[in-house]
């Protein structure tokens, strides 16, 4: 059955089939695939399928098909893809997906790809899993795992005679069996795919790019965190020095022997890689946390004020506040974050620059008959949403709520903070907090 959420981003004249699947609320994940493969033709493999659905619970899972193959447009004239080209094709995707950064989880001979895209933008790469790959695949003095240039050109000689035919099919099915499936059901399964994802000219002429390509030199420029899963045995012994050469990677050996990861074992897989991004998650949350100085602002008696003049008038009132308030962020360097009918919530990078402020915004709403209350605080504030959120933001609330007219309360931690600054200080006593723990002592500025 076709899928309804298949769509194309396109790179220059070159359209590239993805799709989305999950619905948000985790992180982005980007899955890269075999040289060649079809989107549709992956949702008629139910180990696939289930593979898939678990990566899609971490948020969204973003698949696609290469330039070449599958529901993307395929090669013109043979020429070879070069692997810049793809680095695009995967750049044009996540900007049609909507994706800022991803996590990129490449498998077999999708690992030179992800390499490349994360040395050359780290800024979209949240991290990088490699699955059973590696940096070339074409043997050299200082390569001993690849495959010879003999055993190169008797696989492509495979490919142009036996692609698509149920002979390869076989081979690959005996080669490596999948958990789950009977011998007929994946020999069926492998020949369609071959003849639904590429012709054998476009199937060759990927496969020789791999054979070509070497990314080994990017590798010590990569500066997201990675980590590299293989077999065991010769395999595990190529990806250790594989991830020796990315700074900081981490390798580990999965239990089984086949090449592709969904053949069995997919359970450790998974595991490893939700593992891995569990962490990164809890990290950048911890690591999100910011040093502001938040002031809360409103406007004292406007229930009164708004019975008085009429919404009218009351609403030009408001917005000669509300110009006036974000005329005093912009000289203060403040960053509006909220604004709450006639309230400001805002955050400075120093608390002098936020008193400064309040003071500004005090003496300028009396020109409207207006009075208003602030209260500041500086803590560490999680960033929630692109804003600084929470116990910190809760006490600068309150001590706001404290405030009468006219007056600006700071916390204790601003006075300080603001030692030499020749700001006058007035303390104002203890005060507790509408849930937050303890009593806290504020001070007005003078």
Same mark, same amino acid.
């Given at each position: 059955?076709?899928?309804?959420?298949?769509?194309?981003?396109?790179?220059?004249?070159?359209?590239?089939?993805?799709?989305?699947?999950?619905?948000?609320?985790?992180?982005?994940?980007?899955?890269?695939?075999?040289?060649?493969?079809?989107?549709?033709?992956?949702?008629?493999?139910?180990?696939?399928?289930?593979?898939?659905?678990?990566?899609?619970?971490?948020?969204?899972?973003?698949?696609?098909?290469?330039?070449?193959?599958?529901?993307?447009?395929?090669?013109?004239?043979?020429?070879?893809?070069?692997?810049?080209?793809?680095?695009?094709?995967?750049?044009?995707?996540?900007?049609?997906?909507?994706?800022?950064?991803?996590?990129?989880?490449?498998?077999?001979?999708?690992?030179?790809?992800?390499?490349?895209?994360?040395?050359?933008?780290?800024?979209?790469?949240?991290?990088?899993?490699?699955?059973?790959?590696?940096?070339?695949?074409?043997?050299?003095?200082?390569?001993?795992? +690849?495959?010879?240039?003999?055993?190169?050109?008797?696989?492509?000689?495979?490919?142009?005679?036996?692609?698509?035919?149920?002979?390869?099919?076989?081979?690959?099915?005996?080669?490596?069996?999948?958990?789950?499936?009977?011998?007929?059901?994946?020999?069926?399964?492998?020949?369609?795919?071959?003849?639904?994802?590429?012709?054998?000219?476009?199937?060759?002429?990927?496969?020789?790019?791999?054979?070509?390509?070497?990314?080994?030199?990017?590798?010590?420029?990569?500066?997201?965190?990675?980590?590299?899963?293989?077999? +065991?045995?010769?395999?595990?012994?190529?990806?250790?020095?594989?991830?020796?050469?990315?700074?900081?990677?981490?390798?580990?050996?999965?239990?089984?022997?086949?090449?592709?990861?969904?053949?069995?074992?997919?359970?450790?897989?998974?595991?490893?890689?939700?593992?891995?991004?569990?962490?990164?998650?809890?990290?950048?949350?911890?690591?999100?946390?910011?040093?502001?100085?938040?002031?809360?602002?409103?406007?004292?008696?406007?229930?009164?004020?708004?019975?008085?003049?009429?919404?009218?008038?009351?609403?030009?009132?408001?917005?000669?506040?509300?110009?006036?308030?974000?005329?005093?962020?912009?000289?203060?360097?403040?960053?509006?974050?909220?604004?709450?009918?006639?309230?400001?919530?805002?955050?400075?990078?120093?608390?002098?620059?936020?008193?400064?402020?309040?003071?500004?915004?005090?003496?300028?709403?009396?020109?409207?008959?207006?009075?208003?209350?602030?209260?500041?605080?500086?803590?560490?504030?999680?960033?929630?949403?692109?804003?600084?959120?929470?116990?910190?933001?809760?006490?600068?609330?309150?001590?706001?709520?404290?405030?009468?007219?006219?007056?600006?309360?700071?916390?204790?931690?601003?006075?300080?903070?603001?030692?030499?600054? +020749?700001?006058?200080?007035?303390?104002?006593?203890?005060?507790?907090?509408?849930?937050?723990?303890?009593?806290?002592?504020?001070?007005?500025?003078?």
């Amino acid at each position: 059955m076709p899928h309804d959420d298949i769509r194309y981003a396109k790179n220059g004249d070159v359209h590239i089939a993805y799709e989305v699947l999950g619905s948000g609320g985790g992180v982005d994940v980007v899955c890269i695939r075999t040289f060649v493969s079809q989107l549709e033709h992956y949702g008629r493999l139910p180990i696939m399928v289930d593979f898939t659905d678990r990566l899609a619970r971490l948020g969204r899972l973003i698949c696609f098909d290469h330039r070449g193959t599958g529901l993307s447009d395929r090669l013109r004239g043979y020429r070879l893809p070069t692997i810049e080209e793809r680095v695009d094709d995967l750049q044009v995707v996540l900007d049609a997906a909507g994706c800022e950064r991803a996590v990129l989880i490449a498998l077999a001979d999708g690992g030179p790809l992800g390499c490349m895209f994360a040395a050359a933008h780290p800024e979209r790469t949240a991290a990088l899993i490699l699955c059973n790959t590696s940096p070339r695949i074409a043997w050299a003095p200082d390569y001993p795992w +690849g495959t010879r240039e003999g055993e190169f050109e008797q696989e492509m000689a495979n490919i142009d005679r036996d692609w698509g035919m149920r002979s390869m099919a076989e081979a690959s099915t005996r080669r490596s069996p999948f958990e789950g499936m009977s011998y007929d059901e994946q020999v069926d399964w492998y020949l369609e795919y071959m003849r639904v994802s590429a012709g054998p000219g476009d199937a060759a002429a990927a496969y020789r790019m791999f054979y070509e390509s070497d990314v080994r030199h990017v590798l010590g420029t990569i500066r997201v965190p990675t980590l590299v899963l293989s077999r +065991g045995g010769q395999q595990a012994e190529e990806a250790l020095a594989f991830a020796r050469l990315i700074p900081g990677a981490r390798h580990e050996a999965m239990p089984g022997t086949a090449m592709y990861v969904i053949a069995e074992h997919g359970e450790a897989y998974l595991e490893e890689i939700e593992r891995f991004v569990r962490i990164l998650r809890d990290e950048e949350a911890e690591l999100e946390s910011i040093l502001a100085t938040v002031l809360f602002t409103d406007i004292v008696g406007s229930t009164e004020r708004q019975a008085e003049l009429g919404d009218r008038r009351w609403a030009d009132l408001v917005g000669a506040h509300h110009q006036l308030v974000r005329g005093c962020l912009a000289r203060y360097r403040g960053r509006e974050l909220d604004t709450a009918g006639d309230g400001f919530f805002a955050a400075f990078d120093g608390p002098v620059r936020g008193i400064r402020c309040a003071q500004a915004i005090v003496s300028g709403v009396r020109e409207f008959g207006l009075e208003v209350r602030a209260g500041l605080h500086t803590g560490e504030c999680r960033t929630i949403d692109g804003k600084p959120g929470g116990l910190a933001v809760s006490i600068g609330v309150r001590i706001a709520g404290v405030a009468g007219p006219s007056e600006i309360l700071v916390s204790r931690t601003v006075k300080d903070l603001i030692a030499g600054s +020749g700001l006058d200080l007035v303390d104002r006593g203890e005060h507790e907090l509408k849930g937050v723990p303890g009593y806290w002592q504020v001070f007005a500025v003078g």
